[in-house]
């Protein structure tokens, strides 16, 4: 079956500009994280949604940085202004289930954002 | 700040020869994911152990959890150009969200 997908995968913005970076989760997926990964780093948790409620944007680097999952599958992130710092990989997650059932997360490809 | 830390950053492997990569927390972990990204990819889920102790091994990666529950390890035994990437260890909390290490990438050398 389709795995998760993510669009745009790259993405040149000019320093300023807003960005929307969008992601599709496994059809059926409760549970859907976002993650930040910087070059050679490991992915950094931004956020965190159960079907479309955010339960934790703790990870949110700035008021700049937003995200929604409306209907409870497709989810978008939002950058406002962008500056360089924020260019990175922006990972999408998701898996099939709520709290501490099932443990397994099944990454999209990512979105690659460079900050000109 | 990461909770779990890897050592080592990077491995030069031959091809055919044994490593391992090693994770470690100053606290105690209730669990250990493993995860591979190979170069320009996504992380791959590997495993996830929970017991003191634990050992497992799928075909030639052996995976283990520490006694005190502050380490786990990978080791990859006659390694192949295949295991190239970098592998994260990362700690999951109860509403799934992942707390990775930075990585240990490998390159392997024909």
């Known amino acids: 079956g389709a795995g998760v997908s993510q669009s745009p995968r790259y993405k040149v913005a000019k320093r300023g500009q807003d960005v929307a970076l969008r992601c599709d989760p496994i059809?059926?997926?409760?549970?859907l994280f976002w993650y930040q990964q910087a070059l050679g780093q490991g992915p950094e948790f931004l956020t965190y949604?159960?079907?479309?409620?955010?339960?934790?944007k703790s990870g949110l680097p700035s008021d700049r940085f937003f995200a929604e999952r409306p209907e409870g599958s497709v989810s978008t992130l939002k950058i406002q202004r962008t500056q360089q710092e924020d260019s990175a990989v922006y990972l999408c997650?998701?898996?099939?289930?709520?709290?501490?059932?099932?443990?397994?997360?099944?990454f999209g490809p990512g979105t690659r954002l460079t900050v000109t | 700040g990461q909770q779990v830390m890897q050592i080592p950053q990077y491995q030069h492997v031959q091809e055919g020869e044994d490593f391992t990569t090693y994770c470690n927390s100053s606290?105690?972990?209730?669990?250990i994911q493993w995860y591979k990204q190979r170069p320009g990819g996504h992380p791959v889920f590997l495993i996830q152990?929970?017991?003191?102790?634990e050992v497992k091994k799928q075909k030639r990666l052996t995976f283990q959890f520490g006694e005190a529950k502050k380490n786990s390890s990978l080791h990859i035994t006659a390694t192949q150009t295949t295991d190239v990437g970098t592998y994260f260890c990362?700690?999951?909390?109860?509403?799934?969200?992942?707390?990775f290490g930075a990585g240990t990438q490998v390159v392997v050398t024909p």
């Open positions: 990362a700690t999951r909390d109860s509403w799934g969200k992942l707390q």
């Open positions: 949604f159960q079907n479309e409620a955010q339960l934790d």
């Open positions: 606290t105690t972990l209730s669990n």
């Open positions: 059809s059926g997926h409760v549970s």
């Open positions: 997650a998701s898996r099939p289930y709520a709290a501490d059932r099932g443990y397994e997360q099944y």
């Open positions: 152990l929970v017991k003191s102790g």
